[in-house]
């Protein structure tokens, strides 16, 4: 079946610094990727998405590119805020299959 | 315009007891979808709602686990006979229309505690 494996949290940073949060995913068919970002005390919202290979999704300043090849969609960031501390999902929908299929999630801390 | 909204936002319960959990989506959207959060499980599928189509009951973890979607709108999650690891947040999601592309609007989520 379908699965999304995310690297473990948490992950802290220092306020600018570069952030990488790894995704790969496994799926039988030609999935669309997501990344979902939950604030302390808030739900779920969407934060950037791709539908096929190579297609770049961006938001916000966050950045990931679907790899087909290394199915992968890896969140980046080039200068990490306060404001982005967060649990970021990654998430697929698989073809025929509606539904999300969630990684574990990661929890960012940035420190100022 | 007015988001996904969830009641109650908390509920605490004893086991064996029966609870319903709510589910307004936002208007026009066809699409609605309840998950799970928990501790053990993370983020689990459990049913979804496309139209008047068939639901998707795929992802419910037992028959104790029932939902239905009147007029194509509200949705209610029913779990009979609570036992703990029922324990979880409730999230509700609704989107345009089911498909890969459709962004899914997620609720606030209500929290069940299960005594």
């Known amino acids: 079946g379908d699965s999304v494996t995310q690297m473990e949290g948490p992950v802290t940073l220092s306020e600018e610094a570069f952030l990488t949060i790894n995704c790969t995913y496994t799926a039988t068919g030609y999935p669309s990727l997501f990344w979902y970002v939950q604030y302390p005390g808030e739900g779920l919202q969407l934060l950037l998405k791709a539908t096929k290979a190579d297609d770049k999704g961006s938001n916000k300043g966050f950045e990931a590119t679907y790899r087909k090849e290394t199915t992968s969609f890896h969140l980046e960031k080039g200068s990490v805020q306060v404001s982005d501390s967060a649990v970021y999902f990654c998430?697929?929908?698989?073809?025929?299959?509606?539904?999300?299929?969630f990684g574990s999630g990661t929890r960012l801390q940035v420190q100022p | 315009g007015a988001g996904v909204s969830q009641s109650p936002s908390n509920k605490v319960t004893e086991k064996g007891k029966d609870v319903e959990l709510r589910c307004d989506p936002i208007?026009?959207?066809?699409?609605l979808y309840w998950y799970r959060q928990s501790l053990g499980q993370g983020l689990e599928f459990l049913i979804y709602f496309q139209g008047n189509s068939a639901p998707d009951k795929s992802g419910l973890p037992s028959d104790r686990f029932s939902a239905e979607r009147t007029g194509g709108s509200v949705s209610t999650l029913t779990i009979q006979r609570t036992q703990q690891e029922d324990s979880a947040v409730y999230l509700c999601?609704?989107?345009?229309?089911?498909?890969?592309?459709?962004?899914?609007?997620f609720g606030p989520g209500t929290r069940l505690t299960v005594l």
């Open positions: 208007s026009g959207h066809t699409a």
């Open positions: 999601a609704s989107s345009l229309k089911a498909g890969d592309n459709n962004e899914q609007f």
């Open positions: 998430a697929l929908s698989d073809t025929g299959r509606r539904a999300l299929t």
